[in-house]
Each structure stands twice: as C-alpha cells, then as structure tokens.
C-alpha cells in the first residue's frame, strides 16, 4: 500500500531524505501502509510512528508537500518512470544517484530489508548484511562505493562501505555498539555518529586511511555528522556546554567550530556545498524556524520565509542553490528554492495543496514531490526554464523523488497500479 501523511500540524518538524539530521528520526524506517504523523516543532526535531515502529538500519522516508497559493500551475512533459523492481519482497525505496546512474537504496526480500545497488547494466543487486538480517544504503560516491548501515551477527548496528571488488566492509565505532553512516564524499570519505564505550554518541569521519576518527563535541554529551564536501568538511550538529543544539563545521585541519544560530538557541545542518556553504535550519531570536546559509565570511545568515512562520532547507549545489520548503501567510508548505540574487523563490505546486524541494543537483534541477488537484502525491522536477512538472508514477497514485544527478535522472519511489512502493528512476523519454 502507499504511504499516508498526517498534514494536520502545520507546525511540525520534519525530516527528509536530504536532511539527515535528528538520529532519533533516522531510526525509523516508513513502510507502505504506516500512518505517518509530523509532531510539533520542539527542537531538536523528533519523528514518532503511530503504527508499525520498528527498529532498523535505514534512513527515514519522509515526504513534506508544500501548498500552492497563487503559485503557477505546473505542466506535464515527456518522463519516462522506470521501475527498478526489488529484492523478491513487495516493496523498495532509493535514496541517492551518483553521475553515472547508479542507484542505492533498500529493498524488502524474503528474509528482511536488505541493502542495494542498481545499474542499467546488472539491474538491482543485494548488498548483503554484516552478518545480520537487514541493512540499508543511504548514499554512493562517483566511483560506485556505497555507505549505508547494517544489523551484525551480535545485533549491533554498523556502518559499512561496500564496493564491487571488497563486497561490505565494517567501518566499525567508536567503541561502542553501534555507528551509523549518513553520507560519503566524492573521495571516499564517511561521517555519520557512533556510540563510544560509555554509551554517549559523538561524530565520526572514516577514511582508509585514518579509520574511525572521533569529531568530538562542542562541549556537549552528543554531536552527530550529517553530511560531508568533497573537500572533506565535515558538517553536523552537537550539544554545546549549555545544553543547546548547535551546527558545527569540522575540518582536519582546524578541528570542530561552533557555527551559532540565528539569535535563537539551536540550529541543525543538512547540507554542505564544495565551496564551504553550509545549509540547515535555526531557531530566531523570537523562537521561529528559518532557513541559514552559513559562509566562513559572511557567517549565518537568514534565508528569510514565503511569507509565514517558518522554513527548512533541504539541500544545496556548488553554486549556492539553497532548496527546501517554507510557509506561506495562509500556514501551507510550498517549496522554495534561494539564489544571492533572487532571495526565496516559491516554487508552486502541481496545482495541489503542498510542495516540498528535497534536492539540488549541479545544474539547478530541483526534485520533490507535491499534491496534484486530485490530491495525490507525485513527483517532481522544477526548472527555471520549465518551472514544476510531474513525473509520473509507476502506474499507481503515489511518487516522490528524493535524489537527482547532473544528468537530470531522478530517483525516489512510486506506487505500481497493485499500489506496491518501488524504487523509480525518473528519466527523458
């Protein structure tokens, strides 16, 4: 069955495929069928299942749509849905897509949810496990490694690295039981957190050729990785000495920095340009949530709303494109894209209600998905040139992208026309 989202608190705090923020979130993994609710915004964001909670090794699936009002009206083109089929289970779901095409996510199978990789050339391939029963991956480098987290034979939680010649490889912790990855950069470098022996979580890089090694925190109990330049700047979040949530930028170099707020106590990062850009959501003076871009000269700066109480960014490229949603006067999600020179732009809808950009890619294609006047969810790509078109399904009433490359392929899911959610790569006919 398709996915269900609660829209009824405008307010809540979410997370998306490109914000791997909240670990207490990305515990969770969406099944078809789940009622899915979006609680209010205490900071940091929280995610909580109504039905069908379960712990597993996998990136949530959530999808935030944003509501047209007086937003243009968004127009068909010729997409191809392409089904990438699954693993012998009913349901898969792919969440990144490096420039050659190739595709990672998780797949159902007989005995579990299980890791893959897809290419044009060899179809979906199962990574495998760490000796557990189900593992997932969350993102792939230019070269084809994937990084991605699964159960072991003593039933942890690890991150690992699998390539086609070395199969997976566990990246170990840091001395506790558990690690979780949430990216890699084009160099081969991963971040994400993991338990030390005392229990406390703190943020991790994983190289070849350092190993695991510990971020640190800004004087906090906690801090997490959440994503990672190809230069190796590495961006998260870490509890600070007076118990706030604040971004932080890591570089070997020069160690772990506090990158503020914007007036308020907290801030959350999502996303890391080559050139340094950091991207996230922050608290204001007056306790309201607006999107930051923040530079090592111009520092944290607000992003500004649509005009309502709140916005989140999602992602951003090498150019500085920020994406993600924001509220309009009347309180509804409409994605958004930032530039330096045109500030906040609304993107619209698919002539529905709600929108939301959840990637970027190097050329300014933004993909999401959005309501349609029928109400369902799709879809889509946005843009300057064609502004929001859908992209289809795979036959049923439900799609939603969560990844695109420089190529212009889109990958997400989809429901079939047996409403079962499989991994999709949208391309031109």
Known sequence: ?????????QSARVVVPGFRGPWEALMRVVEPGARLVLVPAIWPGTLRRVMGVKRCCCVVVLFVFACAGGAQAATRSPWE?????TLGGASSYAYAVNASGQVVGESETAGGQRAFSWAQAGGMVDLGTLGGTSSTAVDVDVSGQVVGNSATASGGLHAFLWTEAGGMVDLGTLGGSESLAYAVSAGGQVVGYSTRARGSRHAFSWTEADGMVDLGTLGGGYSSATAVSAGGQVVGYSRTARHERHAFSWTKAGGMVDLGTLG???SDPVDVSAGGR???SSKTASGKVHAFSWTRDKRMVDLGTLGGVASYASAVN???QVVGYGFTPRGRRHAFSWT???GMVDLGTLSGTYSSALAVSANGQV????KTASGKVHAFSWTRRNGMVDLGTLGGTYGAASAVNASGQVVGQSSTARRQVHATLWRRR
């Open 1 to 9: 069955m398709e996915p269900r989202i609660d829209e009824r608190d």
């Open 81 to 85: 849905a392409v089904d990438l089929g």
């Open 264 to 266: 308020g106590t907290d």
């Open 278 to 280: 950091v991207v996230g």
């Open 318 to 320: 090498a150019s500085g």
């Open 340 to 342: 330096k020179g045109r």
């Open 367 to 370: 993909v999401g998905s959005s």
